[in-house]
C-alpha cells in the first residue's frame, strides 16, 4: 500500500501544463506587443516618408533664367535648342529661356552648364538630367548679370536628343 504523502501523478501533469499555458500566454502577450510597436514605427516610417515626397512633388518648379549659348558653330542652334527648352519642366526645374546667343568661340566640343546663382547640388542633378557629366558643370559668381541669369547652357559639338518625363524629345547638350 501506498503511503499518503506520494504525489499523484495526474496533478503533475496538470500542474506543469498550467506552467507551461501561463508561460505561453506571456510569450504570445510579448509577441503582440512587439508586432503593434513595429507596427506603430512602420506606419510612422511609411507617413513620414510619403509626406516628404508628397512635399517634394507639391513644390512648384524652380524656375531657371538661362541664356543658351552656341559653342560649336552649327547655324541656329541656340536659338532652336532655346525653343525647344522654353517652358519645358525637367526634373524639378522650368527653364525661362532670355538669352540665345554665340559663345565666345566654336570650339567646344563638349557641352557644358556654367551656374551663377544655382547651388551645386542642384546644378550637378540639371546636369545629370540633361546627360551632362559633374565635370560639365562649372559654378561661377557673375558681377554683371543684366538679365538675372541662373545658368548659362553652353551647347558644343555633343549635342544629342533625350526625351523629357513629358515624353517629348529635345536636342540636349
Given amino acids: 500500500m501506498k503511503s499518503g504523502n506520494t504525489k499523484n501523478p495526474r496533478s503533475n501533469a496538470q500542474r506543469k501544463a498550467s506552467g507551461f499555458r501561463w508561460k505561453s500566454r506571456l510569450l504570445d ?8 510597436v513595429v507596427g506603430v514605427f512602420v506606419f510612422s516610417v511609411a507617413g513620414r516618408l510619403s509626406s516628404t515626397h508628397a ?32 517652358g519645358l519642366a525637367i526634373e524639378e526645374f522650368r527653364f525661362d529661356v532670355v538669352d ?6 566654336f570650339k567646344v566640343e563638349r557641352s557644358f552648364i556654367i551656374a551663377y546663382t544655382l547651388p551645386p547640388e542642384d546644378a550637378l542633378r540639371l546636369a545629370r538630367a540633361l546627360g551632362l557629366s559633374e565635370n560639365d558643370v562649372s559654378m561661377m ?20 536628343p533625350v526625351t523629357t518625363p513629358a515624353g517629348t524629345a529635345v536636342d540636349t547638350p
Avoid at 29 to 36: D, E, G, K, N, Q
Fill in 141 to 160: 559668381e557673375r558681377t554683371d548679370n543684366p538679365w538675372g541669369l541662373d545658368i548659362s547652357i553652353v551647347l558644343g559639338r555633343t549635342v544629342r
Fill in 100 to 105: 540665345r546667343d554665340n559663345f565666345d568661340n
Fill in 29 to 36: 502577450a510579448a509577441i503582440l506587443v512587439s508586432t503593434v
Fill in 55 to 86: 512635399e517634394r512633388n507639391d513644390r512648384p518648379p524652380r524656375v531657371l533664367r538661362t541664356q543658351i549659348l552656341n559653342g560649336c558653330g552649327q547655324s541656329g542652334l541656340a536659338a532652336v535648342f532655346g525653343d525647344q527648352l522654353a
